[in-house]
């Protein structure tokens, strides 16, 4: 795969499979851009096939990224939802994960999924993301049902269109902040300096500048967040997956990177799935959505 063939810095042995995430299950991060769900993540069997050759034939020219995205569906979703899931059910053994969840999204709304523990929040955002595959309803973006996707697209669309920002950064430990924003320009096929270019470019604008040739281990946490953030952000993703994306921080820091992702997706008109089980990070969600028992329940809160 990529980071094989000698256009990426070497990794830790055990490091990221996919040069993105870290080994969280390295065979169900394997495809290029995917925190792996836990330890039976591959095991699920939605993305088995898109291991390396997946990625490596994913890097795609310029042009194949974008006719990819654009080429997806002709026209958005008829309810004009971006995203929309649709009776999503999840089983793991005897456990329900999501039992008839559903969920729609618009184009550059912030919308919080809250709920206890266990309720099914990851899990729904790992069906929106395209990343497990629902056992039935189905998960529409722009109109097209994800499950209905060849591998190879549906891993594309991944990095073409979808951003994600996870609790523990995941930030590739070997490689600079730098480097690591760059890494998914890299993988859908930029050059070394257009990407270095465009990294850097993010890091300035999110005020990150100082930390660009910094490792992750020399940041702090919320510094370490808020690359996570910028690294989100550089494809021009329409959707931004967070998954308690400040659950590792204090909350001054926690603010800082919520203040931060919001705006910046706000600015592009990109949308956000925000999953946080605190109330002040809800806060900068336009909606809530309670998820419970593998169901999804909207709350009524006017911003
Ligand atoms: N890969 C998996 N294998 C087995 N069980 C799983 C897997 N992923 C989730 N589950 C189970 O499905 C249920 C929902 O899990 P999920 O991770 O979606 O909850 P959550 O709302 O995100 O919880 P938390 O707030 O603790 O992160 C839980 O009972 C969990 O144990
Ligand atoms: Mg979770």
């Given at each position: 795969?990529?980071l094989?063939?000698?256009r990426?810095?070497?990794e830790?042995?055990?490091g990221?499979?996919?040069?993105?995430?870290?080994?969280?299950?390295?065979s169900g991060a394997?495809?290029?851009l995917?925190?792996?769900e836990?330890a039976?993540?591959?095991?699920d069997?939605?993305?088995?096939?898109e291991g390396a050759?997946?990625?490596?034939?994913g890097?795609f020219?310029?042009?194949?990224?974008?006719?990819?995205?654009?080429?997806l569906?002709?026209?958005e979703?008829e309810?004009?939802?971006?995203?929309?899931a649709?009776?999503?059910r999840?089983?793991?053994?005897?456990?329900?994960?999501?039992?008839?969840?559903?969920?729609?999204?618009?184009a550059?709304?912030?919308?919080?999924?809250m709920?206890?523990?266990?309720?099914?929040?990851?899990?729904?955002l790992?069906?929106?993301?395209?990343?497990?595959?629902?056992?039935?309803?189905?998960?529409?973006?722009?109109?097209a049902?994800?499950?209905?996707?060849?591998?190879?697209?549906?891993s594309?669309l991944?990095?073409?269109?979808?951003?994600?920002?996870?609790?523990?950064g995941?930030?590739v430990?070997?490689?600079?902040?730098l480097?690591?924003?760059?890494?998914?320009?890299?993988?859908?096929?930029?050059?070394?300096r257009?990407a270095?270019?465009?990294a850097?470019e993010?890091?300035?604008e999110l005020?990150?500048?100082?930390?660009?040739?910094k490792?992750?281990?020399?940041?702090?946490?919320?510094q370490g967040?808020?690359?996570?953030?910028?690294r989100?952000?550089?494809?021009?993703?329409?959707?931004v997956?967070?998954?308690?994306p400040?659950?590792?921080?204090?909350?001054?820091?926690?603010e800082?990177?919520?203040?931060l992702?919001?705006?910046?997706a706000?600015?592009?008109?990109?949308?956000?799935?925000?999953v946080t089980?605190?109330?002040r990070?809800?806060?900068?969600?336009d909606?809530?959505v309670?998820v419970?028992?593998?169901?999804?329940?909207?709350l009524?809160?006017t911003r």
């Amino acid at each position: 795969m990529s980071l094989a063939n000698g256009r990426f810095p070497a990794e830790g042995a055990s490091g990221a499979a996919d040069g993105l995430f870290p080994a969280e299950g390295a065979s169900g991060a394997a495809d290029g851009l995917f925190p792996a769900e836990g330890a039976s993540g591959a095991a699920d069997g939605f993305f088995p096939a898109e291991g390396a050759s997946g990625t490596a034939d994913g890097l795609f020219p310029a042009e194949g990224a974008s006719g990819t995205a654009d080429g997806l569906s002709p026209a958005e979703a008829e309810d004009g939802a971006l995203l929309s899931a649709t009776g999503v059910r999840k089983t793991y053994g005897a456990t329900d994960a999501l039992a008839g969840a559903g969920l729609q999204v618009w184009a550059g709304e912030v919308v919080a999924l809250m709920g206890p523990s266990g309720a099914g929040k990851s899990t729904l955002l790992h069906c929106l993301a395209g990343i497990v595959r629902p056992d039935a309803g189905t998960v529409r973006y722009r109109g097209a049902d994800l499950a209905g996707l060849p591998d190879r697209e549906r891993s594309a669309l991944r990095r073409t269109d979808f951003g994600f920002v996870f609790q523990f950064g995941q930030l590739v430990p070997e490689l600079t902040c730098l480097e690591n924003v760059a890494l998914p320009l890299r993988l859908n096929g930029e050059r070394n300096r257009a990407a270095a270019k465009r990294a850097r470019e993010m890091l300035t604008e999110l005020g990150l500048a100082e930390v660009a040739g910094k490792r992750p281990g020399e940041v702090s946490g919320g510094q370490g967040q808020r690359v996570a953030v910028a690294r989100a952000l550089v494809t021009g993703p329409r959707v931004v997956f967070a998954d308690e994306p400040t659950g590792a921080l204090d909350s001054l820091s926690g603010e800082q990177v919520m203040q931060l992702l919001t705006a910046a997706a706000r600015e592009r008109n990109t949308a956000i799935v925000l999953v946080t089980h605190e109330a002040r990070v809800a806060a900068y969600s336009d909606r809530e959505v309670v998820v419970r028992d593998g169901r999804t329940r909207a709350l009524e809160v006017t911003r």
